[in-house]
Structure formats: C-alpha cells, structure tokens
C-alpha cells in the first residue's frame, strides 16, 4: 500500500484553520498517488485541548471538522483518510468523549478506532476527559487489513518496557485477531499508529527503538505519524516514521517542521519475527551525539517561541539584555524564530552594572541585528530607596534592595510590552528556576521562559553551538563569571555551587527522584551540599507556580508535568 504521512502543525481549536491545513495535505497525498493518508492524533482539534473538552459546543465542532474531512475523500481516486479527533460517547455512563481514530473512504467515516490507553502521568491527563476503549479491533484499508492504534496504545510491549503502565495491551490484543483471519487479509501485517507525542531529549530514538522492537515481535511493518509545532509549553518534534518487520527505520520525516512522507509498505518484505527483550531495545534514553543533541534542543526552543507567539496572536517580543549569558541565548533564539525585525534588546544597567556589561550587550543586538535602547534604572531605584528609607532605615544592605532592581526592570519591561503589543520573553534558566536564584515579578516576569527546561551548562553549549560560524554571542559573555550584578562584586558562586557541580544535583534529584543519599554516592558531593541544593529546591516552589510557561525539552520540565505541594514538610 502506498502510505502517505501527513505531519502537520495544528492550533489547539482553530478547526477552520487545521481543516485547511487537512486539506491541503490531503491533496498532495493524492498527487503523490497515495492510497491512504495518516494524520495526528486530535489532527482537527489539535493537541492538547485540556479542559476546552468539557465544552460541547467544542467537541460538536470537531466532529463537524471530521465529517468534512469526510467530504475529502469522496470522488473517483482519492485516497482514505485516517484522523484523530474527539468524538462524544454513544453510551449513556462514564466519561462524555472519546479520543478516536476516524477511517475515512468514499465521503464516510467507515470505521472508528477508540484510544484505550490514557496517559495519566506528566504532562498527560487524558484520563480526565476521555473515555476508554473497551476493545480494539481490525479494520480494512484498500482490501488489506490494517490494525490502527492512537499513540499510547503502541506503549505497552511487555517485551520492551521493564515494567508495563497498564495491565492491556492493545497490540496484542488486534494480533490475536490477526491470526485468525482469513486468507487473503491475513497476509502482511501492518499496524497504523497515529500519535501526538511530546519532544524530550532523546524521544525520537525510544519511539524508534521501541516500534522497533513491536515490528520485531509481531513481524509487522509498523507505521507512526507524529504531531509537530508547539502548544503552550510543550513542542511536538514529529519525525513520523515507518519500520519494517525487521526493526529497521526504512522511511522517516524530517523533524521539527511540517512534512509529507509517501513509501510503500509492500517492499519492505516480511522480517524475521525475534523478539527483542527491554534490555536490548531500551538503551541509553540520550541522543546518540552530544551536538546532535545540541541542535535538537536548539530546533524544539526555537519552534516552541515561534509557535507560542504566533499561535497567540502576537509577532514581536522584548528581552531584558544584560550582557550575560542566558539573556543573549533567549535573543539569539527569538532572532532565529521571530526574525531580527520582530526583536527588541532593552539594556537597563544600575549602578552596579559593570562597562562590560552594557557593551557586551550592546555588541550582542548589533551582532543579531536587532533594535536595543537603554533606560538606566539608577535614579528609579534611588527614588525607590528614598521611599522605603522609614522602613529600611538602620538595615544592612541585602536581599531587599537587590530584589528592588529586577523588579524596577520587570516593570519597564511590561510597561513596553502594554505599549508596543510584544510580549516579553524570560530568561531564566532551569539551574536558576531550580534553586530560586531568580526574582519574583523581576527577572521572572514574562510570557514565556524561553530556557526554562535548560541548565546552566547546557546554556553554555548551546551558546558555544549558535557561535559555530560567527561570533554572535560576544566571547567576553562567554567568559565572564555569571553574576546577577545586584550589589558589588557579586558572582553567583556567592549562592550557588559552580553550576557544574549544582547541575547534575538538581538534575538527579528534579528527573531522577534521587534521594540525597543516592546522589552523594553516585556522584562523589558532599551531603551538606546535596542537602543545601535540595532545600533550596524545595523552598522555591511557589515562585515556580508563578513563573510564565517553560519550554519543555527534558523528561521532567517545571510546569504542568511536575506537580508538587507549595505549604508541605519535606521529610523525603
């Protein structure tokens, strides 16, 4: 069968629009001779909806949107259609939608597949709104059998996952049936996979590697078309591809942009059928090479900014530049993902601001090719100061009157934003988010903490990658000791470990769940360290709960798939 994958970016209820968007790919599926056409899971609605589920009014538009996808395939030669989209129960108990899998022939919808695993962990909460499938069962595209899955269905092969999530598996349950089929639709097996699957470091290699393994076991050729573009915090990389029965990758899309990808399965042959156990599948969850790693996380930041602004209706953004680092990556990717037209450098040096500081920043918007203006903030922070001199007055210096800075920044930084329409991008890091080494309604205030998801160093390597061809970055920021240059020789070791010290703790102990006993003996630090870093960890949770979105591109970002209790003891 000729198979085309259609990797689309859709927006979350813009149902005119993601229709168009249908549209189009479903023609030129049918100029590149396809037979059928996949898209992604909730192609109509987009992914996630979350709680715009709980309208009705939300879900009848989706179904109004499916049933003109219907209409696509009607006419002599067009191809079938597999989408996703909500769909109401028929069935009068439980929950009042299901996520399905709509086959389409002939202007009709013929067959409905229903999702029956519902991801209830990090960022997923489909259990909340979905109904599950009871059952799964074949289906037949042009006079072949093909056994059609949503997403999480496919990821729960015992013989992959060390530990399975749910106590079905719906793979094996359509194998079953497979076997008793009759001749001539008991021939090549295919399984459809439609997904919506988040973007992690390393993601792409555990699908594949993992529908690898699921070819592998049912001897199978294994098709999974993927969502790209980004909602809110999380990116979708898509990189669809298709698996022959023997494991191999033999067709793939490009990721992190929309994309059509046409093969044939019939070539593929019928593989060998060995099981692959977890322990040969499962690996090492990295990417294979440290740069490529590198420039994936570069493309997911980058579509992430593009997405969230543009889907929010907005073009231009606003960076606090002070010279340092985080704040040069965050303009080099709003550059990269806005153009350098749509990006404006606001430097807002105090009295503690160093010269280097202000020409590195400088330097840096006539390096990106953006507008930067300045506005000191010395004489509002001595307006400030002079207002709380009754209540500060026979106090030391200190935390207080550090803090006054960033916030007098962040107040400029909004006033412009109310002004000019553009929103303002954070630029906060993960390592500082971790510890609380940032500023409530300061340097944290924004609409999108473009870094959030990415430590200290890794803002350093990615830093050291955009630099790659030409000095963008000023070298001198690349150098300079980091410091939040808010009283006298200030440097962030004064707080915080040297971030190549901090970030494998906070690492282990954010991803991995480590207990503090676990990092010391993996990781050769002191407990009194490890158990400082932990308690700075826990006390900045209710800044965190106020922090803008977060880019996320590790396996545990901050946000919506990390949920924890503000007022709580921590004893573990």
């Known amino acids: 069968m000729r198979i ?3 990797q689309i970016n859709p927006t979350v209820g813009d149902f ?20 059928l056409v996949m898209f992604p899971e909730l192609a109509t609605c987009g992914y996630p909806p979350a709680d715009l589920l709980e309208k009705e009014s939300f879900v009848k538009r989706a179904e109004e949107t499916l049933a003109a996808v219907a209409e696509l395939t009607r006419g002599e030669g067009r191809p079938a259609v597999l989408c996703g989209s909500p769909m109401r129960c028929e069935s009068s ?21 229903q999702k029956m695993l519902l991801p209830f962990y990090d960022v997923f909460d489909e259990q909340r709104y979905f109904e599950p499938a009871k059952n799964q ?47 001539p639709l008991s021939g090549h097996r295919l399984i459809l996979n439609i997904s919506a699957s988040p973007f992690w470091h390393g993601k792409l290699e555990v699908r594949q590697r993992m529908i690898g393994a699921l070819a592998k076991r049912h001897r199978a050729t294994v098709v999974m078309v993927n969502q790209v573009g980004a909602n809110d915090s999380l990116i979708f990389d898509g990189g669809s591809f298709a698996v022959r029965p023997d494991g191999e990758v033999f067709a793939q899309a490009n990721s992190f942009v929309e994309d059509l990808l046409v093969f044939e399965t019939e070539e593929q042959g019928v593989g060998s059928g060995v099981e692959s156990s977890a322990a040969e599948t499962l690996g090492n969850e990295s990417d294979a090479g440290g740069e490529d790693r590198v420039e994936k996380t570069w493309q997911a930041l980058v579509l992430g900014t593009r997405d969230y602004l543009s889907k929010c209706g907005f073009r231009k953004a606003i960076v606090g530049l002070s010279g340092g680092i985080d ?130 160093t890794e803002v350093y390597e990615l830093s050291r990658w955009v630099n ?57 630090v002191e407990l009194e360290l490890v158990r400082k870093v932990i308690r700075l960890v826990e006390l900045s949770e209710y800044k965190r709960q106020q922090a803008a979105p977060v880019l996320k591109v590790s396996r545990k970002s901050f946000g919506m798939g990390r949920r924890f209790p503000i007022a709580a003891r921590r004893e573990v």
């Open 4 to 6: 085309a994958l259609a």
């Open 327 to 456: 704040s040069a990556l965050v303009a080099a990717i709003a550059v990269e993902a806005l153009g350098a037209e749509n990006v404006r450098g606001i430097g807002m040096p105090s009295e503690f601001s160093s010269t280097g500081s202000v020409t590195d920043a400088e330097k840096l918007a006539q390096n990106l090719g953006i507008a930067f203006s300045t506005v000191p903030i010395r004489a509002i922070y001595e307006e400030f100061s002079t207002s709380l001199e009754p209540f500060f007055k026979g106090t030391e210096f200190g935390l207080a009157e550090e803090n006054l800075q960033p916030r007098i920044r962040g107040s400029l930084l909004m006033a412009l934003s109310n002004k000019t329409g553009a929103l303002v991008l954070t630029t906060g890091n993960k390592s500082e988010m971790a510890c609380g080494y940032c500023t409530l309604y300061g340097d944290m205030v924004g609409a999108l903490a473009v870094i959030g998801d990415v430590y200290k």
């Open 16 to 35: 005119s629009g993601n229709l168009r968007k249908i549209a189009e790919f479903v023609e030129r599926a049918a100029a590149e001779g396809a037979a």
């Open 468 to 524: 790659r061809e030409r000095e963008v970055i000023p070298e001198d920021t690349l150098t300079k000791s980091p410091s939040a240059e808010l009283r006298p020789g200030q440097k962030d070791t004064d707080s915080l470990p040297p971030y190549d010290v901090l970030d494998p703790i906070v690492r282990a102990y954010i991803e991995d769940y480590r207990s503090a006993e676990e990092i010391v003996r993996s990781q050769g």
């Open 93 to 113: 108990s439980g929950k009042r939608v299901r996520n399905v899998a709509a086959l389409m022939e002939d202007g009709e919808i013929k067959f409905v597949q």
């Open 137 to 183: 069962a074949l289906s037949v595209v042009n006079w072949k059998a093909v056994a059609i899955t949503i997403c999480e269905d496919a990821w729960n092969d015992k013989m992959f996952w060390p530990r399975q999530m749910y106590p079905v598996d719906p793979i094996e349950e359509l194998m079953r049936q497979w076997a008793v089929l009759p001749q």
